[in-house]
């Protein structure tokens, strides 16, 4: 089963039906299980030779169409849907076009109207309509992956073994400390695209700072200075957006020295570090992303 929630209202791939009984059906859908349109501004070669300069192709804006079905019990409720659909982001606003399918999950994109709704409203309970939207992003998107961690602690965390059950595992041990901390995550991105994580470091960090690194390729996020208790700094380091922002107000780009590009690579991971450069704090870093897929 497959279903389409946009502007407050769903429709279904199998008749089901809503609390008063009025079934919404879409019976085609273009635009979104298709691949993104590509755009380019190809340039030819000048005259006396062959072909065209090779320039990069980047993907366009995702036009969706679905053409529905709806029936209801009655003529004043078929009335109510055909203004319901009237009237679907009238407004010229944004909402997400949420797709549920059985195999692929739940994938969302951000979209406004486009063009007119065609709405053919006969028979008195039937109405078809054909709808348009333009998703501007044309990733269509998954939940959002979040992990957290604090700084690096040394504290211990000695295991001793006392009995197994013969086939390696332990089954009674003693403990000595508190485990230590490693002060790593492990972002896993599920969609072909490449993710961009946006950070949130609650403080409190000490004046010297902190830096996240990505394990493996020493690229580097360095921010030197304080964040005080109760205060959170949110960092998105995507391109063409980097931001920092103290509580999500204040500007604190300044205090950014430096800001590797890091993503999450299409169908695999990355290993994020947090390390702080002075005092070891309560702080904590919340890490999300967007799995995002063509």
């Not at 010229?92 to 076009?97: A, E, I």
């Not at 957290?148 to 009995?163: A, C, I, N, R």
């Amino acid at each position: 089963m497959t279903s389409i929630n946009v502007g407050g209202l769903t429709f279904y791939n199998d008749g089901t039906a809503d609390a008063n009984g009025v079934v919404r059906t879409f019976t085609d859908t273009k635009g979104w299980f298709d691949g993104a349109p590509t755009k380019t501004a190809g340039v030819d070669r000048p005259w006396g030779s062959h072909g065209a300069f090779a320039i990069r192709a980047y993907r366009g804006a995702r036009l969706i169409t679905i053409t529905t079905s709806t029936h209801a019990p009655t003529r004043r409720l078929a009335s109510d849907e055909q203004r319901a659909l009237a009237g679907l982001l009238a407004e010229g606003s944004f909402d997400d076009f949420t797709v549920s399918d059985a195999d692929q999950g739940v994938l969302m994109s951000s979209v406004r109207l486009e063009g007119t709704p065609l709405i053919d409203w006969h028979h008195a309970q039937d109405i078809d309509c054909l709808l348009t939207f333009l998703a501007p992003d044309p990733l269509r998107y998954a939940a959002p992956v979040t992990q957290t961690t604090g700084f690096p602690v040394q504290s211990g965390g000695l295991e001793y073994d006392l009995y197994t059950d013969g086939s390696g595992t332990d089954t009674g041990f003693l403990e000595y400390g508190i485990a230590g901390a490693t002060g790593r995550i492990l972002l896993t991105n599920t969609g072909n695209s490449a993710a961009w994580p946006a950070y949130a470091i609650a403080g409190p960090v000490s004046a010297e700072g902190f830096e996240i690194l990505a394990v493996g390729s020493g690229a580097t996020i360095r921010f030197q200075g304080a964040i005080p208790a109760g205060s959170t700094l949110l960092l998105d380091s995507a391109q063409g957006a980097e931001t920092a922002l103290m509580d999500g107000v204040s500007d604190r780009s300044g205090q950014v020295t430096r800001m590797d590009p890091m993503s999450v690579p299409a169908n695999g991971s990355l290993e994020l570090a947090f390390v702080n450069l002075g005092t070891i704090t309560a702080a904590q870093m919340t890490v999300t992303i967007r799995p995002g897929s063509w």
